[in-house]
């Protein structure tokens, strides 16, 4: 029976261990091959915590604009998805007040051959394109369907006030 404990104790330790080999991995992989207009790295010395750069992408109301992700990594991934949460107040139908993001890869969609390199790439094709089907911000989804004109405006407002700094 003592063995049996010693094995559960020792579980927590071993995933936190693979976990911040992956990424480590993770992280050289960014540096040395960036994302386009993405960058993300640790916070200090803390590995499972990082902070990411998001530039809006051109062709979108969030042109010019810097966004910053704050990104979590649980002990068990890459089994488990990382926390992404927007620093930055975004206007858009898939990111709330809280900079909650509403994206399939970051909850029931995620995978471990996944990584944070291609999380920020699918948070900008959001940006670009958001998914007015489900929402996280309804209000924001209905005018986005019936009133893109005004969308687009206040996402180019909120984009000036917030993320250009």
């Excluded at 062709?59 to 620093?87: C, L």
């Excluded at 998914?131 to 369907?145: C, F, G, Q, S, T």
Aim: charged share 20%; proline share 10%; net charge neutral.
């Amino acid at each position: 029976m003592q063995n049996f404990h010693l094995v559960l104790h020792w579980q927590p330790v071993l995933g936190g261990v693979m976990a911040s080999k992956r990424i480590q991995k993770e992280l050289q992989d960014l540096q040395r091959d960036p994302p386009t207009s993405c960058s993300a790295g640790p916070v200090g010395e803390d590995l499972f915590h990082w902070q990411a750069t998001i530039m809006g992408p051109a062709d979108s109301p969030y042109a010019g604009g810097v966004f910053f992700v704050m990104i979590h990594f649980p002990p068990d991934y890459p089994f488990k998805p990382p926390k992404v949460n927007f620093q930055t107040k975004v206007y858009h139908p898939n990111i709330n007040s809280n900079g909650s993001i509403c994206l399939d890869i970051l909850k029931e969609q995620w995978s471990p051959a996944l990584t944070i390199s291609k999380v920020l790439l699918s948070i900008c094709s959001l940006l670009t394109d958001p998914n007015p089907d489900d929402p996280l911000v309804p209000e924001i989804a209905h005018i986005y369907k019936n009133q893109r004109s005004r969308y687009e405006e206040t996402a180019r407002a909120w984009t000036q006030k917030y993320a250009m700094g």
